[in-house]
DNA sequence: TGTTAACTGTGTACGGTCTACACATTGTTT
DNA sequence: AAACAATGTGTAGACCGTACACAGTTAACA
């Protein structure tokens, strides 16, 4: 098989489009990309992402590892493949609707239902934004529900990457749920009111420990109505965004991060070697007196 | 020294804490953790952080991979305690203000400018809430910046769960800005209008590709402008939400999700059955036109 | 003041990861 | 029939994290 990237396509992407030249000349395949995609995710499904390698995804199929990659150049491919299966189609509702905030809150609610069913989904890192058909499909039925809306082109995708963005991080953090085990009477003993005066009180009221699926579920609120605004603002015809940030004073995005990441940047590289001189006047103090 | 789980803290978290027992028994120690930390760092930032290995940062140091563990129980722990020095403590800056939308937007900007230095804490997964005294640190400035608006300790504390979601997430897809290469031509020819009805336009709109950045920021001004409003009700005495989603259909959060969840997977179990056999099928047919 | 016990850094070894490459075999094309 | 491409396999190499045994160093206890 070619496996070489397929015109401009990446090669996992080109499989995930169909888009790759199928061989005509040696021995018939007795494998095939969707089952061994099937038989990762199914792997994956059982015992995470982190048991699915070459050699287990190969013996459940009953073949070498080696043979895999006939049909996958590299893991990653396999990887990617995973997650376009994994995140699937999304439910065929969507479509346009006057009801954008239903349409949206039920988008929020079916990728949160994936998660649950491929928790290992999380465990994949994001490197681009969507190439490939799935999770086109995703942000399509996502501007579906926005279609009927105020809101420009531009505006619909922006939200939608917000959107995204906030039911990943609910998934992740819901999914470690059981995990986070520090009992919170150890923690509060720890965290002091002098430390963190803002942090402590929050703490003694409750509001850090508990509700976790509805402080989600206020986040997502939230986005709905600064998006509800933001649509009636516009359709009055006016800017844009309630109160919108003092453009005189060192606020502006791209400036403001790059000045504070160089301060930030700086500030570590003083701190450390100060550390490093402490160290070796240590060790030398210590040699010293052992002579 | 003892490593094991200090009191009811995992060991690395008490690490992070500085809360460890310290030998007095045996000979100097000729490494510190601090030493360890710094070096991993370093070589996080040069090469990422698929680049720390054991052996890389002991090597780093003069010593032998074997060496770190009497400072760090196994690797996870160092990159707890990479993730804690890497994110540092939040400007002095935040404290009360009234200006909450310029404290949470400079927090925001501030969480990015780490991301920009250290970019390699977006490859850490997150599993559990934030318990190390830097991350903590970071929740109680965002909350202090919240400190004198009419949000509940709650709602103060899911808003900045929502905004570090947010800034995560936008700190990830910036960062492969460089690496998605997909040409938007050759996108634009898979993305048919018949099978993309609504990203079709958005695309053709230019509203895809470019001003990422831009798209970030306006999602950070809807989850601002949603506070803003629901700060509004709050003080008007009103219930909290513009335009609460309907009660009555199917949309409450946990059974909707538990039920697609549910419906997901049984379709997916069906359709991967269905593969399944025709692949079965076909290989049959195979060998008996081969006898 | 020995002696004991704890702790140090080191070296070896094991099981695991991904994948490059040579190999005989199978099937199509010429 | 010959040429050639594609298949699945086996070997081997370069890494990874870490368990464990070892000799040497230091403090605490007899």
């Known amino acids: 098989m070619d496996m070489g990237s397929d015109g401009d396509l990446p090669r ?10 199928n061989p005509q000349r040696g021995p018939k395949r007795e494998l095939s990309l969707e089952g061994i995609v099937d038989a990762a995710v199914q792997i994956a499904d059982a015992d995470g992402l982190g ?10 199929l009953g073949y070498t590892t080696m043979s895999l990659y006939r049909y996958v150049s590299a893991k990653d491919d396999l990887i990617l493949l995973m997650q376009e299966a994994g995140i699937g189609l999304p439910p065929i509702a969507a479509g346009k609707t006057e009801r954008w905030r239903e349409g949206l809150t039920q988008w929020y609610r079916a990728t949160l239902a994936v998660y649950d ?9 994001v490197d681009s934004e969507p190439n490939t ?11 579906g529900a926005l279609a009927q809306t105020a ?44 430390q963190f005066p ?25 986005i709905l109505d600064g998006l509800e605004v933001h649509m009636a603002e516009l359709s009055a015809g006016r800017p844009g965004t309630v109160a919108q940030p003092d453009p005189d004073r060192e ?7 790059k000045k504070t990441a160089a301060r930030v940047k700086e500030a570590e590289a003083k701190l450390r070697d100060a550390r490093q001189k402490q160290r070796e006047a240590v060790t030398k103090a210590r040699e010293r007196s052992r002579a």
Chains 1, 2 share one sequence.
């Not at 996992?12 to 030249?21: C, D, E, F, S």
């Not at 606020?251 to 991060?257: G, L, S």
């Open 117 to 125: 069913v491929h928790p290992w989904l999380l465990d994949i890192p």
């Open 12 to 21: 996992g992407v080109a499989l995930a489009w169909g888009v790759a030249a």
């Open 133 to 143: 058909p799935n999770n086109l499909a995703w942000l399509d039925a996502g501007l």
């Open 151 to 194: 809101l420009p082109q531009t505006a619909r995708v922006s939200a939608m990457l917000a959107l995204s963005g906030q039911s990943r991080w609910e998934g992740q953090i819901l999914r470690n749920q059981a995990a986070n085990v520090i009992p919170s009477e150890t923690l509060a003993e720890l965290i002091t009111p002098e």
């Open 198 to 222: 803002f942090l402590a009180p929050a703490i003694a009221a409750g509001s850090f420990t508990d509700g976790e699926s509805e402080a989600f579920e206020f986040g997502l609120l939230r």
């Open 251 to 257: 606020f502006a995005k791209d400036e403001n991060v």
């Open 51 to 60: 048991a699915v390698s070459m050699s287990s995804v190969a013996t459940a």
